[in-house]
């Protein structure tokens, strides 16, 4: 407690780091605050059909990534995932189009290019879903419209705001990344899924008292299920297989300089959070053909992909985790890269001839480990369905696994990384006794 005391302490003497604090709990706060501002034309006391179709189901996925603003039908009901989805689709582009690999190629300048396409899509994404997300909200919530209200105007002004909406919160996004303590997009989502917490886990303690299903015993046994499988994707974020380097020695004059080992640390899962991000985006593209308010009515193969505790919808769920992992693992690392970064540098794998054979070696090592990683990963990602099977309510089950646990393992170690920096810059202790805290991209300096 007195480390914690002191800690805290240290935090608050280093300017620098209290203002980016400061200014992404503003940030954050004017985010929440925005969640609760109802659409003009909407009374907020009549929307208790929007809220029981958001209580399960990928809808309530939808809605936790909000921040519950969903189903609020907030101005921000849309929330950040118009952006990914986004960002998805350029990233795929950038593997087949010659005109995007330019841009990859081109360095700064071409990242700038991709992030201003990335917009421009998202923008044509939010018009497409925003008038989807008011034909639904018609239906489900038609007596908190006004009578009064005129439809055609409601639909095209209530449109443009949701859009302003969800480009607002990609500007915060980049304003806590530039002036806050940094991955403003990731933490974002964070929040919004940290805000449906405790109301989660309320229902779920009611559930188990008032329904006689094991009482507290059982929803203790849950708690300690949830702390393991939160273990568990900590060393699924930090887990890395060392490769052992070799540098030659350099003779200058009279002296001999380097020779010294070193290792090249390969994630298990380079790909973090993001394969479960390109499956769930693209499991979301069914509810955007089938509309938001026919999801409960839908039918066969639309009941299959809409239904987050299916068998079919799991499966299909799982081997995309499989195959986006390998994919984004390509797009992260490069090991021809690496390896002519190594013979550039006088270093070489023991054992392994430099050039095309160590970026073969490489390729080799990130093959067998990625497997187990991602199919670690896959795991996690159905684990909400499995909790659903044993009673579980359907958002706290959220939290037994899936894109909102990852991304609240790797969001909260990668800040607390961030403030580790900042102590240990400034020559005070950090927030461990012993080591330093691993994020998501630590020790990753091979590529």
């Known amino acids: 407690?007195?480390?914690?005391?002191?800690?805290?302490?240290?935090?608050?003497?280093?300017?620098?780091?209290?203002?980016?604090?400061?200014?992404?709990?503003?940030?954050?706060?004017?985010?929440?605050?925005?969640?609760?501002?109802?659409?003009?034309?909407?009374?907020?006391?009549?929307?208790?059909?929007?809220?029981?179709?958001?209580?399960?189901?990928?809808?309530?996925?939808?809605?936790?990534?909000?921040?519950?603003?969903?189903?609020?039908?907030s101005i921000f009901a849309l929330g950040i995932m118009p952006y990914i989805s986004a960002s998805i689709v350029i990233q795929l582009l950038g593997i087949v189009m010659p005109y995007f690999?330019?841009?990859?190629?081109?360095?700064?300048?071409?990242?700038?290019?991709?992030?201003?396409?990335?917009?421009?899509?998202?923008?044509?994404?939010?018009?497409?879903?925003?008038?989807?997300?008011?034909i639904n909200l018609k239906i489900q919530a038609g007596p908190s419209l006004n009578a009064s209200l005129d439809w055609t105007l409601f639909v095209i002004t209530s449109s443009v705001i949701l859009a302003a909406g969800s480009m607002f919160i990609l500007w915060l996004g980049e304003r806590i990344t530039d002036k806050g303590i940094g991955n403003g997009i990731s933490l974002i989502i964070m929040v919004g899924i940290i805000a449906r917490l405790p109301q989660a886990l309320f229902q779920e303690v009611l559930s188990r008292i008032s329904d006689k299903t094991g009482g507290l015993v059982m929803f203790l046994i849950e708690i300690v299920f949830l702390l393991i499988v939160f273990a568990g994707a900590i060393?699924?974020?930090?887990?890395?297989?060392?490769?052992?380097?070799?540098?030659?020695?350099?003779?200058?004059?009279?002296?001999?300089?380097?020779?010294?080992?070193?290792?090249?640390?390969l994630k298990v899962n380079a790909a973090n959070v993001m394969p479960i991000i390109f499956a769930q985006a693209i499991l979301f593209i069914p509810i955007a053909f089938i509309g938001y308010s026919n999801v409960a009515s839908a039918s066969g193969v639309a009941h299959a992909l809409t239904d987050p505790n299916g068998f079919w919808y799991n499966l299909i769920f799982a081997v995309m985790i499989v195959l986006f992992t390998y994919f984004y693992t390509a797009l992260t690392i490069n090991p021809t890269q690496m390896a002519e970064d190594m013979k550039r540098n006088n270093g070489f794998i023991p054992g392994i001839?430099?050039?095309k054979h160590t970026a073969d070696y490489i390729?080799?090592?990130?093959?067998?480990?990625?497997?187990?990683?991602?199919?670690?990963?896959?795991?996690?990602?159905?684990?909400?369905?499995?909790?659903?099977?044993?009673?579980?309510?359907?958002?706290?089950?959220?939290?037994?696994?899936?894109?909102?646990?990852?991304?609240?393992?790797?969001?909260?170690?990668?800040?607390?990384?961030q403030i580790e920096s900042h102590l240990l810059m400034r020559h005070y202790d950090g927030l461990l006794k012993s080591g330093r805290i691993k994020g998501r991209n630590a020790n990753i300096a091979a590529y």
Do not use: C
Request: charged share 15%; aromatic share 10%; net charge positive.
């Open 1 to 73: 407690m007195r480390k914690a005391i002191e800690t805290l302490k240290n935090i608050w003497k280093i300017e620098d780091l209290r203002q980016r604090i400061l200014i992404t709990i503003l940030f954050v706060a004017i985010y929440r605050f925005g969640s609760y501002v109802v659409l003009p034309g909407i009374n907020p006391a009549m929307l208790t059909q929007l809220h029981q179709q958001t209580s399960e189901g990928l809808l309530a996925l939808l809605n936790m990534f909000s921040g519950g603003a969903f189903a609020n039908a």
């Open 101 to 134: 690999q330019k841009m990859q190629r081109e360095g700064e300048s071409g990242r700038r290019k991709m992030n201003q396409y990335t917009r421009y899509l998202t923008i044509l994404i939010l018009l497409f879903q925003a008038p989807s997300y008011l």
């Open 235 to 265: 060393l699924l974020v930090q887990g890395t297989r060392k490769i052992p380097v070799q540098y030659a020695k350099k003779i200058v004059g009279n002296k001999q300089f380097g020779g010294a080992r070193q290792y090249i640390p």
């Open 353 to 355: 001839k430099p050039g």
């Open 363 to 417: 390729d080799s090592i990130m093959t067998r480990i990625t497997l187990p990683g991602s199919i670690f990963l896959a795991i996690i990602a159905i684990l909400p369905a499995f909790a659903g099977l044993f009673g579980v309510q359907s958002e706290f089950a959220h939290f037994f696994g899936g894109t909102s646990l990852l991304i609240l393992v790797g969001v909260v170690l990668d800040t607390l990384q």
